[in-house]
C-alpha cells in the first residue's frame, strides 16, 4: 500500500517505521524541518506502563480545587478555554467516575505494558541510540493516605502483569540515594516501584527511527505543511493537499498529535481532543551527576517527573487548559525546575546558575484518557493520536495496532477501547 502519515512525532514516526517494515510505501509529512519538533521534543522521557491512568480520576476534581489560585499549582485553566472548550471539558468530567475511570486505566495500562516491551524490543532490533534505560520508576509519596490510594490504583492493573513493589521511606532511600540529601526526606512516607518501566529520549529515537524508515525506503518530507487532507466524507481520503503540492495515498494516516481537528473536521468529523500544555527544563549535570537521581522519579506531590537522559536531567510536568498557545511563561518554567529539584537541595545548590532548555509541549488528550487509532467512518482515514501523557509510552504499540488495521490484521491486543 502507499500511505501518506501526516506527523513526525514520535506516533508519526514510530509508525512510519513499522510500516515500512512490513513493506509498505510510506511518505511521512511533517510542517516542521526536522522531526518531533513539537510535543515529542523534550516529554519527560519515562516509559510508564505502571502510571497509565487517565488523569481525570474520581478525586481530581478534589485536587484541582485544593491547587486552586497556588502559584506553584500544577494545573491551570485559563478562563476563556473553558468557554472554548465546553464540550470537551463536560466529556473529560463525565469519565471521571470510579466505573468509568477503571475501565479507561486498563484499557492504558494494557497497552502501555505491550508497547514498552515492544519499543524495548524495537531499540534492540534497530540499535536506534536514544539513551534508553530499563530501570525501575519510583514514584515518591509524602502522606499515608496517598500511597494508599497508589497501591490501590497499582493493585487494579497488577492482573494485567504490571507488577510493582512497595517500598518504606529506608527502602526507597536505599534505591535513590541522592534521596537521602532532601530536607523533605523526613515527609517521605515511601515509594511504589515499577521494575517493568524505564525512560528514555523521545527526540533521539524519532530522529534515529526516521532514518531507519528512510533507508529502508520510506520518504520524509519536512517542511511541508498539510493544509486539508483530499477527498471528502462520500468517496473517502486518497491523499494530502501540502503547501508543496499533492501527494496521494491509498490510505492516511493522521496523527498530528494536538493538531488532528484542523484536519479533519472539515470532512465532519469531530474529535474529543484537547491541547493540554506543559513544561519541561533539561539541565546538563556536568560534575553534579552523582547527586541526581539515577532512576526515573514521579513526584506525586508535585506532579512532576525526573528523568535522568544521558548526563543530563529532564524535569517536567504541569498541565495547563489554554489552548494552542506554546509560548513559556517565565514563572511556570521556574516553578517546574523548582519543584523538580525542591527534594534535592545540594543538587539545586551545585546546578545553581546552569539555566538549562527550557521547553513547553502540548498533550494531545482525549475525553476519556485513552487514545484515537485506527480506522474512521471515512474510508481511507485513519487516526493515531490521543495519547495524552502517555505518548511515548504508548508509541510503539500503537504504531503495530495502526498498522495492523491498515491491513486488516487482528492485533495482539484487543483494540476495542482505542477505536474512532
Ligand atoms: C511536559 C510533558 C511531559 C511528558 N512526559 C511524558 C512521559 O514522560 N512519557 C510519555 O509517555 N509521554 C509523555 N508526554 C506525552 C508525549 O510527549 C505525547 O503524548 C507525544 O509526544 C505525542 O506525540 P504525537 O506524535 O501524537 O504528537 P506530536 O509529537 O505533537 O507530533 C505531531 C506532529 O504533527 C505535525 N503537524 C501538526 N499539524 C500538521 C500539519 N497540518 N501538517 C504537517 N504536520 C503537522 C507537528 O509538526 C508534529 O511534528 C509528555 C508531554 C508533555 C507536554
Not at 527550557?358 to 487509532?373: A, D, F, I, Q, Y
Not at 501523557?389 to 495482539?412: I, M, N, P, R, Y
Request: aromatic letters at 4%; charged letters at 20%.
Amino acid at each position: 500500500m502507499r500511505i501518506v502519515v501526516v506527523g513526525a512525532g514520535v506516533i508519526g514516526a514510530t509508525l512510519t517505521w513499522e510500516l515500512t517494515e512490513r513493506g509498505h510505501q510510506v511518505i511521512l509529512v511533517d510542517r516542521a524541518k526536522e522531526v518531533a519538533h513539537e510535543t515529542s521534543y523534550a516529554n519527560g522521557g519515562q516509559l510508564h506502563a505502571g502510571h497509565a491512568a487517565p488523569w481525570n480520576s474520581p478525586g481530581m476534581l478534589t485536587d484541582a480545587l485544593r491547587w486552586l489560585g497556588r502559584a506553584d499549582s500544577p494545573l491551570r485553566i485559563r478562563p476563556e478555554r473553558l468557554l472554548g472548550a465546553p464540550w470537551w471539558l463536560m466529556r473529560f468530567l463525565a469519565n471521571a467516575n470510579k466505573a468509568r475511570h477503571r475501565s479507561n486505566a486498563r484499557a492504558n495500562a494494557t497497552l502501555a505494558l505491550y508497547s514498552v516491551q515492544r519499543l524495548y524490543d524495537i531499540i534492540e532490533h534497530t540499535g536506534v541510540e536514544c539513551q534508553l534505560r530499563r530501570s525501575s520508576i519510583l514514584k515518591l509519596f509524602d502522606d499515608r493516605a496517598s500511597l494508599q490510594r497508589g497501591i490501590a490504583a497499582a493493585q487494579a492493573v497488577k492482573d494485567l502483569g504490571i507488577r510493582y513493589n512497595v517500598l518504606d521511606r529506608a527502602q526507597t532511600i536505599a534505591r535513590e540515594p541522592t534521596l537521602s540529601t532532601s530536607n523533605d526526606s523526613g515527609k517521605l512516607v515511601g515509594s511504589i516501584e515499577y521494575p517493568e518501566d524505564g525512560c528514555a529520549d523521545a527526540l533521539m529515537f524519532c530522529q534515529g527511527i526516521a532514518k531507519k524508515a528512510a533507508q529502508k525506503g520510506a520518504e520524509l518530507r519536512l517542511g511541508n505543511p498539510v493544509i486539508r487532507l483530499r477527498g471528502d466524507q462520500r468517496q473517502g481520503v486518497a491523499g494530502v493537499v501540502t503547501e508543496h503540492g499533492l501527494i496521494d495515498g491509498d490510505a492516511v494516516v493522521v496523527a498530528a498529535g494536538s493538531h488532528c481537528n484542523q484536519l479533519v473536521q472539515p470532512l465532519g468529523l469531530r474529535l474529543p481532543l484537547e491541547p493540554i500544555k506543559g513544561y519541561s527544563v533539561t539541565i546538563p549535570l556536568g560534575d553534579a551527576a552523582e547527586l541526581a537521581p539515577n532512576k526515573p522519579i514521579i513526584d506525586d506531590v508535585r506532579k512532576i517527573v525526573l528523568t535522568r537522559l544521558g548526563d543530563r536531567l529532564r524535569i517536567a510536568g504541569k498541565a495547563e487548559i489554554s489552548g494552542f498557545d506554546t509560548r513559556l511563561n517565565p514563572d511556570r518554567c521556574n516553578s517546574v525546575r523548582e519543584q523538580g529539584l525542591a527534594r534535592f537541595p545540594r543538587l539545586a545548590e551545585r546546578l545553581g546558575s546552569i539555566p538549562g532548555e527550557h521547553w513547553s509541549g502540548l498533550r494531545p488528550m482525549t475525553c476519556k484518557g485513552t487514545p484515537l487509532l485506527g480506522p474512521t467512518p471515512i474510508r481511507g482515514l485513519h487516526l493515531a493520536t490521543g495519547a495524552g501523557h502517555l505518548g511515548w509510552t504508548f508509541a510503539a504499540g500503537a504504531a503495530e495496532l495502526v498498522a495492523d488495521q491498515l491491513e486488516g490484521k487482528k492485533s495482539a491486543i484487543y483494540t476495542g477501547p482505542y477505536q474512532v
